[in-house]
C-alpha cells in the first residue's frame, strides 16, 4: 500500500482583477502521484510548476484564498483538514525553501529541538549539525547570522531529527557546498532505506538521479509521467513524454536544446493536454481534451501518444 | 561578551546625548526667533492690566533693563547661559521660578501620562492580539469597530462626555481640578488625588487604546501570515503556542518602540485632557502660557517637552538594542 496517495488535486486561486471580474488561476490541476515507502520520488520540473503548493496541499497549510479539489489519502485513509493538523509535524515533515522559514528571532538549536517528539532534543540536535558539519556555536545563532548554505542545512536538520514517515524536500539543496549536498542526498537514501518515504522537490534532475528511485516530471501544474530512475539515460528514448524528453534534452550535459515557448499562463489554461501548445507531436486530438494519467511500462504517462 | 554589549551601550549612549544636546541647543534657538517674532510683547504681558499706567520712558527704562534693545543674537547668549547655569527665569503668570513651577506640574502631568500610556499599552496590546488572533470572527470585527471609531475620535470631545457621563450624570467622580477644592494641602490624600486622576487618565487611555490594538494587529497579521510562522503550523504548532512562541517575540518589538515613540503622542493628548478637565498638568500650563504671553514658562515647557520625547524615543532605541538580537550581535550600533 502506498503511503500517500494524490488522486487528480487540482488548486486554484482566485483573484479579482478591476470590479467584480474574477480571474481564476489553475496552478495544480489534476495531479496524481504516489509516494511509497523505502522510496524516494523526485519532483521535477520548471518554476512555477506548482511543486512547492503539492507540499503545502500535502501539509494542509496552503493560503486561505486556495481552492482544492481531488483527494489526498495517507497510509490508506483520507487526509483530512483534521488528521492533517494532527500528523503534520510528527508523521509527515517539511523542509521548507528559503531561510525566510525559520523564525528570525529564535536562535536556530531551538528551532531545530522544536522537531524533536521524543528523547533528547539536545542530543538529537547536536548530533544532525554534527553531521551536517555545523559548528557547535551555531546552535546559539540566530538565522540572520548564517549563510545560506548553514541555513539549508539548519532546514534540513529540523526534518531528519523529527523521525516521520513521510519527508517532503522542497529544494533542499541550492547554496550548499557539494561536500553537503552529497551527505544530504546520503541522508535521505539511508531514511528511506529505514522505510520512510522522501518527496524531493528540486530542479536540480542530477543529483536527484544519483538517489531517486523515481521521478516525477511537473509541467504547468501536473504530473506528465513518472518514471523508474534508470528511464533517464542516452537521448531519453525510454522517457514516455514528449515533455519529459524534451527536459532532459535540455540539459547542459545533455544536448542543451531549449524547448521553445514557455508554460502556459496558469489563468488561461489550454483546453486540451497542457503541453500541446509546445509539443511537436501534437494533433489536433491533443487539443480537445485532458489525456488521462495511464500506466505505461512500469511508469506513468499523461499523453495519449507515448509509447 | 557582557563587556563588549556595555561598553557599546556606554558609546550609543554618549552618540545620543551629544545628539540630545545638538536638538536642544536647535530647539532653543528656533522658539526663540519665534517667540522673538511673535506678536507677544514682554513687557506688555509682564505689566498687564496696569499697562495703561505705564509711560513709554518708563517702558524703555524696562526694556532697557532686560536687555531688550540688544541685537536678538545678545539676548539669546543671555537667555541661553542663564539656562545653563540652570536658571529658567521667573513665570510671568505665577510670580515664581519656571523649573519650579514646572517640576511640580511635571509630576501631576507624569503620574496622569504614565497611567494612561500604561493601560492604553497594555490593553491595546492585547487587543490587538486577540483580534488578530481571530481574525474576520466577530471579536475582531467588535474590537476594529471600536478602534475605528475611538480613533477618529477627539480628545477633548471624549472628555466632556466623560464629564457629563460619570462627573454630572453618575457624580461617581470630581468635575475637574487635580485635588479637591476647599480643602488645605496638607490635608489632601493620595486616594483623593487617584479619585481626581481616574477621568482624565481614562479619557486619554480610551484613547490610545485604538492606535496601538491596530497597529498590534495589522502587525501580528503581517506575522501570522509569513513563512515562518508557515513553517511552525507544517511543524504542528498552532493556537496560543505557536502564537506564544513566534508571534509574541516578534511583534513585542515594534510593539514597544510605538510605545515609546507615542511619549509625543502623549504630551499632546494630554494638553487637551488637562484643559477639559483642568487638571493642574504640564499641558494646562502650557495653553495658560501661550495664551497670556508668558514668554519664560512658554520657552521652559518647550524644552522639558522636547527632552520628555527625546528620553522617550532613546528608550525605545535601548530596548531595541537590548531585546533584538539582529542589532545587538551583528552591528553593535
Known sequence: MSILEVEDLSISFKQYTGGLKQKHHHVITDLTVTLEAGEILAVVGASGSGKSLLAHAILGILPSNAGMSGTIKYAGDELTAARQRAVRGKEIVLVPQSVNYLDPLMRVGAQVRTSVKQGDAIRAQRKVFQRYHLKSDVENMYPFQLSGGMARRTLLSTAMVSEANVIIADEPTPGMDP??????????RELADNGCAVMLITHDIESALKI????????????????????????????RHPYSKALWRALPQNDFIPIRGSQPDPSALPSGCLFAPRCEKATLECGQARPEMRNLRNGMVRCIHAT | ??????????????????????????????????????????????????????????????????????????QFVSWGSALLTGDLGTSMIYRRPVAEIIHERFLHSFVLMITAWVLSGIIGFAMGVISAMKKDTWVDKFIKWYCYTLASTPTFWLGLLMLIVFAVWLGWFPVGLGVPAGVLAENVTIADRIHHLI????TLSVIGVANVALHTRQKLLDVLASEYVLFARARGEHGFGLFWRHGLRNVAMPAITLQFAAFSELFGGAVLAEQVFSYPGLGQ???EAGLRGDVPLLLGLVICSALFVFVGNVIADLIYYVLDPRIRERRMI
Open chain 2, 1 to 74: 561578551m557582557n563587556k563588549r554589549v556595555n561598553r557599546h551601550i556606554g558609546l550609543f549612549l554618549l552618540l545620543k546625548s551629544v545628539r540630545m544636546a545638538t536638538l536642544l541647543v536647535a530647539i532653543c534657538f528656533i522658539s526663540f526667533l519665534l517667540i522673538k517674532n511673535s506678536p507677544i510683547d514682554p513687557i506688555q504681558a509682564y505689566i498687564g492690566a496696569d499697562m495703561l499706567k505705564v509711560g513709554p520712558e518708563q517702558r524703555e527704562k524696562i526694556a532697557e533693563h532686560w536687555g531688550l534693545d540688544q541685537p536678538i543674537i545678545v
Open chain 1, 179 to 188: 561536500a553537503v549536498i552529497v551527505e544530504a542526498l546520503h541522508h535521505f
Open chain 2, 285 to 287: 500650563a502650557t495653553v
Open chain 2, 199 to 202: 477621568l482624565p487618565a481614562m
Open chain 1, 212 to 239: 531517486a528511485d523515481k521521478i516525477a516530471v511537473f509541467y504547468a501544474g501536473t504530473t506528465v509521467e513518472v518514471a523508474p530512475v534508470d528511464d533517464f539515460f542516452g537521448n531519453g528514448e525510454a522517457l
